[in-house]
């Protein structure tokens, strides 16, 4: 992997402040839509088309340590966003806006943005392949045992092969320098400056939570999974996952998409919310079973209060959602979609509302 000097590092970091920008992509319901939705996500600064990659690279990324800042702080120290072949060339061979050298891409490249070739010049293919190792190292980092920050040990094993970091049960010290006749200190700096650069991208969210309390600590931690994909059986206690494709759901432009995206659907969404101090059950309407005994009316809704939807208000339960306060919902809403904050009056059709709940 390409990694800058000493010099250019100090310049990159000086570099600060970015308009924020909040738009959300992709993801799953229980019926079919396509349409992005906003969701948050915590990223700002980035070039639009690299946006929705590098928050579905994040989202489908299964370790705490995962970011779509860090990524984004990543591709600027590897790239600058560049996309030229004349700029995003380095005079080690390594290619494209994630710098991958031919023979680590041959390992995680894939035709992410389904264009028929998996190229490092793509960008979908590109942001996607860069999520996959980061999360693979990240994974390594953590089992490791090596002290320091595992997103620290990911970085050097990226920059510099995660034999290196074992060779230093660490990030290569200052003096290590990758190559016979490169410059010392690449890969402690391409590290110092990633983490550094951070907060430059790290954009607000839109859902800030007060108070304690089983409510609002539930959607605290929820309101950290917005934007991961919505997925038909996914998810559970332990975070997201990939679902399934029953004959009428988990169904994208004619595919299943279920089986291939890793994220929740509405109701693993709110028990992993409310896991491991409340155990919920798994789907809607057993959730309504388990807590309709404490309705709550609507003009008395409080944060993590259960909202739950039945077709026509039959009763049939066939969604579920968070109370967000202000008047807005946190949920999973469909195939197609992204975990995203909604107004209570459109996030599902308004005669289906049925009641809430309190756990």
């Known amino acids: 992997m390409k990694a800058l000097g000493a010099a250019v590092a100090i310049i990159t970091i000086a570099v600060l402040t970015a308009v924020s920008l909040i738009a959300m992509l992709l993801i799953e319901g229980d019926a079919e839509a396509t349409e992005a939705t906003d969701g948050g996500g915590g990223l700002q600064g980035v070039p639009g088309e690299f946006r929705p990659w590098i928050l579905k690279a994040a989202a489908e990324c299964d370790q705490p340590a995962m970011s779509p800042a860090m990524l984004a702080a990543q591709i600027w120290q590897e790239s600058k966003f560049e996309t030229s072949r004349d700029t995003a060339t380095s005079s080690a061979g390594a290619q494209g806006p994630a710098q991958f050298m031919p023979g680590t891409w041959a390992t995680w490249g894939r035709d992410s943005d389904g264009n028929g070739q998996a190229s490092p010049w793509d960008i979908g293919d590109a942001v996607i392949a860069q999520g996959r190792l980061m999360c693979s190292l990240l994974a390594k980092a953590k089992n490791s045992g090596y002290s320091g920050d595992v997103r620290a040990l990911a970085l050097a094993g990226y920059n510099a092969g995660w034999g290196r970091v074992e060779q230093f049960k660490g990030v290569p010290p200052i003096w290590f320098a990758r190559e016979k006749g490169q410059a010392e200190g690449q890969t402690y700096h391409y590290v110092r400056v990633i983490l550094a650069l951070i907060p430059r991208f790290q954009g607000p969210g839109l859902l800030e939570v007060s108070g304690s309390g089983a409510g609002p600590d539930a959607l605290r931690k929820a309101a950290n999974r917005l934007g991961t994909p919505y997925t038909w059986g996914g998810g559970g206690p332990g975070g997201p996952s ?92 469909r195939t197609g979609r992204n975990v995203e904050i909604a107004p209570l009056t459109s996030a599902m059709p308004e005669s289906d509302y049925y009641g809430a709940t309190r756990p």
Request: a neutral charge; aromatic letters at 12%.
């Open 242 to 333: 990939t679902g399934f494709c029953d004959d009428t759901n988990g169904y994208l432009g004619g595919k299943c998409s279920a089986s291939s995206t890793v994220g929740f659907d509405c109701s693993s969404l709110v028990q992993y919310a409310y896991w491991p101090n409340t155990k919920l059950p798994r789907v809607a309407a057993a959730q309504y079973g388990a807590t309709s005994n404490r309705p709550v009316s609507r003009d008395a809704l409080k944060p993590g209060d259960l909202l739950f939807w039945s077709h026509g208000g039959s009763g049939a339960i066939y969604h579920v959602a968070l109370y967000a306060g202000d008047g807005n919902v946190l949920h999973a809403p």
